[in-house]
């Protein structure tokens, strides 16, 4: 993968293509977590390409790649939901009206549901993408005690609430 990056930040637009393609699951998984909506997630990805291709250039470690993708998907799911606060009263986020037949794609959206929006984008970022607990820090600007006790009571949140079922 280190090579594609390499080409791709050279101006490879096939590595460039190729990259994206190999990240897209990662991308929609994370986008999803955020924005609860899969109509929002294609629009923050498809913004998030966008600017990776505009701003491959700019990519100064290439062993990065994922953690600065990741962290371009982050700030357009969060100009997303900005703007939808603007738009709608506080807690109303629009329904998502695609229904996925996957069971294991219900089943972690249910479990995404049990717990906090602040806690689904570590759990995602942890349990989906394979982040470690650093990496989580660095790409959601919180310290390493933050992620950790985040994760603790999503962790607990998703406990408590399969027991009383």
């Not at 929002?40 to 990776?52: E, F, K, N, R």
């Not at 371009?72 to 229904?99: A, D, F, T, V, W």
């Not at 390493?144 to 998703?158: D, P, Y």
């Amino acid at each position: 993968m280190q090579t594609l990056v390499e080409k791709a930040v050279q101006g490879d637009v096939e590595a460039f293509l190729t990259l994206m393609d190999r990240n897209s699951l990662a991308m929609y998984k994370v986008a999803r977590a955020i924005l609860n909506n899969d109509d929002d997630a294609a629009d923050a990805i498809q913004s998030t390409v966008l600017s990776c291709f505009e701003k491959i250039g700019t990519l100064q470690k290439t062993e990065y790649f994922k953690t600065w993708l990741i962290r371009i998907l982050i700030n357009n799911c969060n100009r997303i939901l900005r703007h939808y606060k603007r738009e709608n009263l506080p807690g109303e986020m629009p329904e998502s009206m695609k229904m996925d037949a996957s069971l294991a794609e219900f089943e972690f959206k249910e479990m995404l549901g049990l717990v906090e929006e602040k806690y689904r984008l570590v759990l995602t970022l942890y349990y989906l993408e394979g982040f470690k607990i650093p990496e989580i820090a660095v790409l959601l600007d919180m310290n390493v005690n933050t992620v950790k006790t985040r994760l603790a009571r999503a962790r607990e949140q998703i406990r408590t609430a399969y027991l009383q079922k």
